[in-house]
């Protein structure tokens, strides 16, 4: 089991920049990947970056060269850094782990949220 708790959302100006944090509780060392996805409202909920427990980060075409995902292992937290907010960034933000566990011969793949956290890019 795990949980994640998102903090950092709030109201920024096109341009300006804001960084979230995700963090992570339980059985972490079950994680395989984590990162974040977004949701605006009447929009499909989308994948905004990822980072596997390997090191390597998977992000929306939207965001490369602006958002950056990383972790601190020590804190089991990870963050995105959003730099030249656009307003289309506007969207409540969840972090997303995806896990993996044994238990005795076999091994389950599961998947948590946390609950959102809203940024709201105005201009």
């Known amino acids: 089991q795990v949980q994640l708790v998102e903090s950092g959302g709030g109201l920024v100006q096109a341009g300006g920049s804001l960084r979230l944090s995700c963090a992570a509780s339980g059985n972490t060392n079950s994680i395989n990947t984590i990162g974040w996805y977004r949701q605006a409202p009447g929009k499909q909920r989308e994948l905004v970056t990822d980072?596997?427990?390997?090191?390597?980060?998977n992000s929306a075409d939207s965001v490369k060269g602006r958002f950056t995902i990383s972790r601190d292992n020590a804190k089991n937290t990870v963050y995105l850094q959003m730099n030249s907010l656009k307003p289309e960034d506007t969207a409540v933000y969840y972090c997303?782990?995806?896990?993996?566990?044994?238990?005795?011969?076999?091994?389950?793949?599961?998947?948590?949220w946390g609950q959102g956290t809203q940024v709201t890019v105005s201009s």
């Open positions: 980072i596997s427990s390997g090191g390597s980060t």
């Open positions: 997303h782990a995806e896990t993996i566990t044994t238990q005795g011969m076999g091994a389950r793949w599961a998947d948590y």
